[in-house]
C-alpha cells in the first residue's frame, strides 16, 4: 500500500520568512496530493491541493510542487505570519479515491 | 450550505462500555471517512463509504470496532468494549468524488472521546 512521510515534524520560522515542509510517497498510482492545515483544537482544511498533470500550483502565499518522477511534493509558505502557525498535514490519494494516506504532520510555528 | 457535523463534540466514558459517534456528511457527498487522531499524532484512516458499495473497512483496528451508513447519509461509528488507547478524537470526512477520480474531503469538526 501507500506510505507517506513528512518531514519535517517541527518547524519555527520568523515571522516574513518562508517555511517549506516536503512529503514523499511510494505508491506511483497516486494522483492527487491535498495539503490540511489544522489549528489547535480544530478540524483539518485543505489550503491547496494538486493533481499528477501539474508539477505547480500556487495560491497568493502558498504553493505546492510536485515532482512525480522523485515521488515526492512540497508545500510553501512565503511570507509567513503569526497566523499560520498550526499543523499541517500533507496526503496522498490513489486513483480508486478508497484512501488518503497522511503523513505525520509538521507543527509550524511561526515567530513574531 | 451546512458543512459535515458530528456528534456528540466529547464523549467520556468508562472503560468496557460502548459507545456510538455520529456522522453528518455535506448533503449530496457520497464519500464519507472516519478517521482517529490520538493527542499530538497524525490522521489513521478507519473505514471508507462510497455510495452502495461494499465499505473499505482495512483501517478499522480491531474487531471492537464497525461502522455503518444508513441511506448513503448519515454514519455510525460503533467501539464496543472501549479501552482506555481508544482516547482520541475522531473525524469524519465526506466528499464527492467524480467518476473514477479523488476530491477535496472536507472534515467534520470531530468527537472527543475519552475513556477513562
Known amino acids: 500500500g501507500e506510505n507517506v512521510e513528512q518531514h519535517p515534524s517541527t518547524l519555527s520560522v520568523q515571522e516574513g520568512d518562508s517555511a517549506v515542509i516536503k512529503c514523499t510517497y511510494s505508491?506511483?498510482?497516486?494522483?492527487?496530493f491535498p495539503w490540511y492545515k489544522q489549528e489547535l483544537g480544530k478540524r483539518p482544511q485543505l489550503i491547496i491541493d494538486i493533481r499528477s498533470n501539474v508539477g505547480e500550483k500556487k495560491d497568493q502565499r502558498i504553493a505546492v510542487t510536485l515532482n512525480k518522477t522523485a515521488k515526492h511534493f512540497s508545500l510553501h509558505i512565503t511570507e509567513t505570519q503569526p497566523e499560520d502557525s498550526a499543523v499541517y498535514f500533507c496526503?496522498?490519494?490513489?486513483?480508486?479515491?478508497?484512501?488518503?494516506?497522511f503523513g505525520t504532520g509538521t507543527s509550524l510555528t511561526v515567530i513574531p | 450550505g451546512a458543512g459535515v457535523s458530528q456528534s456528540p463534540s466529547n464523549k467520556v466514558t468508562e472503560k468496557g462500555k460502548d459507545v456510538e459517534l455520529r456522522c453528518d456528511p455535506i448533503s449530496g457527498h457520497t464519500a464519507l471517512y472516519w478517521y482517529r487522531q490520538s493527542l499530538g499524532q497524525g490522521l489513521e484512516f478507519l473505514i471508507y463509504f462510497q455510495g452502495n458499495s461494499a465499505p473499505d473497512k482495512s483501517g478499522l483496528p480491531s474487531d471492537r470496532f464497525s461502522a455503518e451508513r444508513t441511506g448513503g447519509s448519515v454514519s455510525t461509528l460503533t467501539i464496543q468494549r472501549t479501552q482506555q488507547e481508544d482516547s482520541a478524537v475522531y473525524l469524519c470526512?465526506?466528499?464527492?468524488?467524480?467518476?473514477?477520480?479523488?476530491?477535496?474531503?472536507?472534515f467534520g469538526p470531530g468527537t472527543r472521546l475519552t475513556v477513562l
Open positions: 505508491d506511483s498510482a497516486s494522483n492527487y
Open positions: 496526503a496522498a490519494s490513489i486513483w480508486s479515491g478508497n484512501q488518503f494516506y
Open positions: 470526512a465526506s466528499s464527492f468524488p467524480l467518476a473514477g477520480a479523488t476530491d477535496t474531503q472536507y
